[in-house]
């Protein structure tokens, strides 16, 4: 067996070339969210169970990471339970607290928590870890980084407008341009169900439709008619295998539901405000988008790559209607979207889209001559931090070639040489690592503008 120390199965550690790259996606999203009125949160890792469970869906509370109680606490186990194979009765005697799935319900309850503190609609942006148990594979971990922007408090449709003028927005400045943003309602997929005769198993028929990226859609057709005898299956697959339905043909077929024609005005207003020539991804009605999540109760939003649909969504969200109810707090809607950082990473690095500066963990290095020589020019190392310009001194008093090779390692742009000849002469040399080229400067002409 290897001594090897790892992480857990699920879970990454990130190099500095790594972090770099992650930090410049979130500072384009933290600026991009303050400058459509969002204020930063950050809620605890660790939320009660009662929070978190019967939120999800079965499947999701199958995947909701619990932490185990600790010392007196542990006596309680339900010991009859285990023993009668009923998990979940033990489970909740043995555990009191769970890591968070995702942003949205801890989001519910602190805004129920907090909101006698708060002015509403409250629109907030959060950037942090969540935990699910699910299989780890390519673009799914166990561990990874949400990025969300919620407006709770209002229910206009203009809020679903400004979240795809958000996305197009973020992704374009990350160098997008061939996304696709897939938008349905859950009031119309309610009047599908009514229409397939599933009225009473919305939940279940939607966890099924959810599948259909992940099993094709003759699979998700098997599914449905397995688990529903009933269903008309000449309804079923005219509705999921024309690709020809519109707004138009879908208010005819479910002519009778009031809540699909809610669903379709709102889409309308959304197509009808944002147009192909006012942003630079395309956005398109996808009449089998569900978003499995059963909180969603309105517009429904994903967002998917054209040239890598095999990594899944890069992001998604939608309306839930009521959500804080659940926590005390009642007819507040919120509607909000999340970026998937971790897959949003892979394709950029895909595509090439990061910038070559990213590469260097510093833009100069000082060569080391010595203390004494080091001290001369300390004030113009401090002159440069100033500016901005991130400055490594190297350590120790080593080899011209070693420190070079270092510099070298780390994509620096610039070295500073200041040794013996340089202290007698009253100079100093610029190297650009880049170019190869090198300039002298006198020590009392110092200054930045000498790199440029």
Not at 84 to 106: A, C, H, I, Q
Not at 172 to 183: A, C, N, P, R, Y
Not at 204 to 223: A, C, P, R, T, Y
Not at 398 to 405: D, I, P, R
Request: charged share 25%; with cysteine; glycine share 6%.
């Amino acid at each position: 067996m290897s001594n090897t120390p790892s992480n857990p199965k699920g879970t990454r550690d990130f190099l500095p070339s790594e972090l770099s790259k992650r930090n410049f996606i979130i500072d384009i999203l933290k600026k991009n969210f303050k400058n459509f009125g969002f204020s930063e949160i950050e809620t605890p890792a660790l939320e009660k169970t009662s929070t978190l469970l019967g939120k999800y869906g079965n499947e999701g509370d199958r995947l909701v990471f619990k932490i185990l109680n600790s010392g007196e606490k542990v006596k309680k186990a339900d010991i009859i339970a285990l023993k009668s194979n009923d998990l979940k009765s033990f489970t909740k005697s043995v555990s009191e607290k769970g890591l968070r799935y995702d942003l949205t319900v801890p989001l519910a309850r602190y805004v129920a928590q907090h909101q006698n503190s708060l002015t509403f609609p409250f629109k907030r942006f959060q950037i942090q870890s969540v935990w699910r148990a699910d299989r780890p594979q390519h673009g799914r971990f166990q561990e990874f980084t949400q990025c969300d922007a919620d407006v709770v408090g209002n229910n206009s449709i203009v809020q679903e407008i400004e979240l795809i003028k958000l996305y197009d927005k973020i992704f374009s400045e990350l160098g997008f341009d061939d996304l696709v943003f897939k938008i349905n309602h859950r009031l119309i997929l309610k009047g599908i169900a009514d229409y397939l005769g599933l009225k009473t198993n919305l939940n279940e028929f939607i966890s099924i439709i959810d599948k259909l990226d992940k099993i094709g859609l003759d699979s998700v057709v098997n599914k449905i008619k397995e688990k529903f005898k009933d269903v008309s299956f000449s309804k079923l697959e005219n509705l999921l295998k024309n690709k020809t339905l519109n707004f138009e043909n879908i208010s005819l077929l479910l002519n009778d539901s009031l809540l699909a024609k809610k669903g379709i005005e709102d889409l309308k207003s959304v197509f009808d405000f944002i147009s192909s020539k006012s942003i630079n991804n395309e956005i398109r009605f996808d009449l089998t988008l569900a978003r499995g999540l059963n909180y969603y109760t309105g517009t429904i939003i994903e967002v998917v790559s054209k040239s890598n649909t095999s990594l899944g969504s890069l992001g998604g969200g939608g309306r839930y209607d009521d959500l804080t109810s659940l926590f005390n707090m009642k007819n507040t809607s919120g509607v909000g979207i999340s970026f998937g950082l971790d897959r949003i990473f892979i394709l950029m690095e895909e595509k090439k889209l990061f910038p070559y500066y990213l590469k260097n963990s510093f833009d100069i290095i000082i060569i080391n001559f010595g203390i004494k020589y080091l001290k001369e020019i300390y004030s113009f190392i401090d002159l440069l931090r100033n500016e901005n310009n991130k400055v490594l001194i190297f350590p120790d008093k080593v080899k011209l070639n070693k420190q070079f090779s270092y510099a070298n390692k780390h994509n620096a742009e610039y070295a500073i040489i200041f040794g013996e000849n340089e202290f007698n002469n009253k100079e100093i040399i610029i190297k650009n690592m880049i170019k190869g080229t090198q300039s002298v400067h006198d020590l009392k002409d110092l200054n930045t503008n000498i790199l440029k």
